[in-house]
């Protein structure tokens, strides 16, 4: 089983950045997409976006097209969501990823966007 833990959520104003990370526990030798989902108050968890193995290939919901970016250091072992220009629409629990046979969540982190 993986492990994985966010970072960096909080609270800011509309317009502003956010970067969150996400720390991936794990053996050597696995490989497999990672991403980010979030769940707004009252709707269904969404994904937002999915990065490959290589890293090339990435999907982004379109709510999020061109404000977010994702990436991974498989090095490291993270992945990163980078937030910009955030709307208060994007106020959600973000959940990372690790997209195994069983798949992997974490525990998720609170962003809060006020308008």
């Known amino acids: 089983q993986v492990q994985l833990v966010e970072s960096g959520g909080g609270s800011v104003q509309a317009g502003e950045s956010l970067r969150l990370s996400c720390a991936v526990s794990?053996?050597?030798?696995?490989?497999?997409?990672l991403g980010w989902y979030r769940r707004a108050p009252g709707k269904e968890r969404e994904v937002v976006a999915i990065?490959?193995?290589?890293?090339?290939?990435?999907i982004y919901a379109d709510s999020v097209k061109g404000r977010f970016t994702v990436s991974r250091d498989n090095t490291k072992k993270t992945v990163t969501l980078q937030m910009n220009r955030l709307k208060a629409e994007d106020t959600a629990i973000y959940y990372c990823?690790?997209?195994?046979?069983?798949?992997?969540w974490g525990p998720g982190i609170q962003v809060t966007v006020s308008s």
């Open positions: 990065i490959s193995w290589t890293g090339d290939r990435i």
């Open positions: 990823y690790a997209d195994t046979q069983q798949g992997d």
């Open positions: 794990d053996r050597p030798g696995r490989v497999y997409d």
